[in-house]
């Protein structure tokens, strides 16, 4: 850590031009899921090449059947840690626009007073404002020192925000090239604007679409009800079974794999002060549903699920219709924590199905998705040197929280790349993602860039 | 009785002529569904009481917000009771006109070999076949003896294809004109080709729409999945809970005023041969669901239900979205048997929901229907009447069956005018009513014509 001090200083000093930096990325309107901007997504990744370039990294515009990635190496000391950085270049679509109170492809900062100032328009936060903490970082190590404190990948994708299409055949066709000791992901948020945070565990999803059959057609319900089977009375049964009167989810071999959250994490969760008010009462909830006795936190972010997405069946138009239907339909997924293995659990609702259905009934089943959960380990020297590193940078200690939902490139980089990812960024629940009148923090975007020469500094120390 | 004979015989003589009074009718294309042959409705209804008053009923085309009614009366000799014959003259729209293999407004017979022949054209079972048995045998008494036995109002309705929408007003406006000891109603089949059939029972009905509602929003699940309710869930519960695992339906109070059908009549019922097997073969079932050790017969006709018609909530189309839907939706009906009692039945229904609600979830109730059961005394001299008088017509003895459905008529016969209604037709499985090469089978006219004059003979006897 001795030598951080002049990257940090390098980092203050270089802010305004830091962010000119950004603004030239900005400007550039890199909205991959409308085929008319093609040309200024391909525009974005070689302005990134290029500066990529003028701080000494070999990088390249890399074809793909979409949009381009940006791949940039740079070496490190001998025996360093080699780290992949991963961000996305592509934004959100801007309509719609009068929504919008300046340019969204204009950046600008502007000052909310009381200190505060933020960086406005499209990919501000997400994710050009989070990429560029990587290329300034490792600018101003090599200004400062002429050196990388570790070997640094960048690899910067064009088409996150439509649905990553190309990225797993990139990942597997430049396996080797990719492989890193482990990701840095910078595409999440902070707990508060005083608290850093590392996205330590992210949930798996199994998906399964079930249509449950009975007779050969629509009925009358006059004529056969009460002797010919409902299947969306079997199907209600089955949903109903799902779970116990204590919340849990009754699959046999459902909790295989699940782990108890240590006691000190979820004293760490309850310090985050999200009660079941804070965190149910804006939805117009008040009680937490699931597994008793457990907080909301934990619930979401340390508990699997089976959750009912969608159900149809009979008649459920207008008005009423006395039918008993031939089918019935739903969509029921899974959320999977810790080593929850993605397949048996299918494997084990589908038994549970079957073993439910009248003989003269039957199933289809149609999977969706399947993988599964990431979780780092809270006591790894990769979650400590990062925390540490943050809670250096920070008005108060990072916090090491999890995420209730998957974000897809983590779970590649493990499963293509066997590669851990350390989550860690700089949006705030206000950035207005995905909507009009985006907006970073440039408190984020200035100690954004030192929290990651810090964590580089720790890693390759 | 013993005048019976010489009426019977002027049925034989004049089954010519009462044919081509039936295709006179026939040919009128009473459509009531579509507005372009409100004329033509008209037009059978003028039809019908011009040939009523060439048998000396009072007869009148009577004026509805909708198509006409026609009423006619004719005196029965003193003491006599007064029987309502109800039967309706607007037929069922034709279309898809190419699958008719003769024009459905030219009536014919057609001789289909080993003694059998048909009458082909729409409306010739439903129901101006049926209804024309009514007014011959009237004219068959009027001629052989210059009376009818009973007092006889005639009731033919002009929108019982299009759900009868005036019938109830004009029975409540008409009711000390149109109030008798019994309704007679022509609309319904016989057994099969042998046996005639009563049909003493009518399932009664409550349906009601309910939505649970629990987030002000839909929901990502791995957001909010495990913390936040989940109102499919909530709603599936119910669902399935509504049944036990003998079949039985658990509301409290459900079974009050439901009665075990006498042995006798089980008997009887079991004498159909109507096996699972043959009831639910067709429909590509073989195990009769609902409740255990009944026959399909019994759980048809004498067992009440609680019956899902539809259910729907989050996402069911196309593909899979994780979310937790903010309400769920289900339409659900019970058919009621004997003196079960609708408006208890839907408030157990209501309180047996809020009973399952979260605290912090809501419901709405939307009712539909609500008729209770009609039911006929096995015993009474009414039934035993009309089974000795079809008995005494047909290969094989009157079979005292149920219907799952509700008749509308029947109910509102009940309803407003106090009347109970019995029920004989002498249309057959293979008429295809509703639908293309609609027919009646020759015997079904001219025997149910003798049918009915037994009937009355033995009413007014």
């Not at 070496?75 to 300046?102: F, I, M, R």
């Amino acid at each position: 850590m001795s030598d951080l001090a002049p990257v940090l200083a390098v980092i203050d000093a270089n802010l305004d031009q830091s962010l000119a930096r950004l603004f030239d990325l900005m400007r550039v309107p890199s909205i991959s899921a409308d085929p008319a901007f093609a040309k200024d997504v391909r525009r974005a990744a070689e302005w990134l090449v290029a500066d990529l370039k003028t701080i000494g990294f070999d990088a390249s515009v890399r074809e793909t059947p979409g949009h381009p990635m940006v791949v940039a190496h740079h070496a490190g000391p001998a025996g360093a840690p080699h780290v992949l950085c991963y961000g996305h270049y592509d934004v959100q679509p801007v309509d719609p626009l009068d929504l919008w109170e300046s340019d969204p492809f204009a950046p600008a900062i502007k000052d909310l007073g009381a200190g505060r100032k933020i960086i406005t328009g499209r990919g501000s936060s997400d994710d050009k404002g989070q990429l560029m903490l990587f290329v300034e970082a490792c600018r101003a190590f090599k200004q400062a020192q002429g050196t990388l404190p570790c070997a640094v990948t960048m690899l910067f994708e064009g088409e996150e925000e439509s649905g990553s299409p190309s990225l797993k055949a990139f990942l597997e066709a430049n396996a080797r090239e990719l492989k890193a000791d482990v990701a840095l992901i910078c595409d999440t948020g902070m707990w508060d604007r005083d608290t850093p945070a590392i996205t330590a565990g992210l949930r798996g999803l199994v998906g399964e679409e079930i249509t449950v059959r009975a007779a050969n057609r629509d009925l009358h319900s006059g004529e056969f009800g009460g002797a010919a089977a409902n299947p969306l009375h079997i199907l209600a049964k089955i949903l109903a079974d799902l779970h116990d009167e204590t919340g849990r989810v009754t699959l046999p071999g459902f909790y295989d794999g699940v782990e108890e959250t240590p006691p000190e994490v979820l004293k760490m969760w309850e310090d985050l002060d999200q009660t079941a008010e804070t965190f149910l009462g804006p939805i117009g909830l008040a009680v937490p549903s699931g597994e008793k006795d457990r907080s909301v936190l934990e619930l979401v972010w340390a508990r699997p699920t089976a959750e009912v997405n969608g159900f149809a069946g009979g008649y459920a138009g207008q008005g009423f219709k006395t039918v008993i239907a031939a089918e019935a339909h739903a969509k029921v997924s899974f959320r999977l924590v810790h080593r929850q293995d993605p397949a048996k659990i299918r494997a084990a609702f589908r038994d549970f199905i079957r073993a439910r259905l009248p003989a003269d009934c039957s199933v289809t089943f149609n999977p969706h998705g399947g993988s599964p959960a990431i979780q780092l380990d809270f006591h790894s020297p990769l979650v400590k040197k990062a925390k540490a590193a943050l809670t250096d940078e920070w008005p108060k200690p990072a916090a090491i929280i999890a995420a209730g939902g998957s974000i897809p490139v983590a779970g590649e980089f493990k499963e293509i790349l066997g590669m851990d990812s350390l989550l860690v960024g700089f949006g705030l629940p206000d950035d207005r993602i995905h909507s009009p009148n985006e907006k970073y923090d440039l408190s984020s975007f200035h100690k954004g860039q030192r929290s990651w020469a810090r964590i580089l500094a720790a890693l390759g120390a």
